[in-house]
């Protein structure tokens, strides 16, 4: 399993601005997907892809907004992640403007996902993850894992928690497990 697109350097890049952009429109008092989004031509910027933007100030975790699914071209889709990671992560309170200075700003643009064969293959690290049971659902993005320290078992174990569900959860009878691969940068691995 292998993401199937690739981005150059300028699209990561200009996805990076329009995350950005997103959340200049915040602070502005507009929405995202006001008319005069940059708009890109062509290429993989104009393909239906879920994407995340996250948001970390001093390493820590300020927002986290993206969408599994694709619903609308990936350019819209960050910038209006940007904006909501900033502005409707119910988590932490929006952001103010003399901190976005010294937020970073990471994009992950989602490949394909498609349920999980097996999870004895799960790779922590490469395979981003989303289980559905009863109505309720939890997704981590592939870096979770590492980040947290966890091993498959670990890393299914709090899918379950995160979905609001009892460990185990994730072999029960009706569970769906998806898994996906991203491609992740930060604005700052974009500079020219």
């Known amino acids: 399993m292998s993401t199937n697109f ?12 329009l995350a950005r952009w997103g959340i200049a429109c915040g602070f502005a008092g507009k929405q995202p997907d006001s008319p005069d989004i940059p708009t890109p031509q062509e290429g993989t910027l104009r393909e239906k892809l879920g994407s995340f933007v996250t948001l970390t100030r001093g390493g820590h975790l300020r927002g986290c907004i993206g969408t599994i699914i694709p619903q609308e071209e990936l350019y819209r889709n960050v910038a209006r992640m940007g904006f909501a990671s900033a502005f409707r992560d119910h988590r932490f309170p929006p952001l103010r403007r003399e901190e976005l200075g010294d937020t970073e700003i990471e994009v992950s643009v989602l490949g394909p996902i498609t349920p999980c064969p097996d999870p004895e293959r799960i790779e922590v690290g490469r395979h981003g993850l989303l289980l559905r049971l009863g109505g309720r659902s939890g997704v981590f993005l ?9 091993d498959r078992l670990a890393y299914l174990e709090n899918l379950c928690r995160k979905a609001g569900l009892p460990g185990g959860s994730w072999k029960e009878p009706g569970a769906q497990l998806f898994w996906y691969e991203a491609l992740v940068f930060a604005a700052k691995d974009c500079t020219p």
């Open 6 to 17: 690739s981005l150059t350097c300028e699209e990561k890049r200009t996805l990076c601005e």
């Open 142 to 150: 592939p870096k979770v894992p590492l980040e947290q320290g966890w």
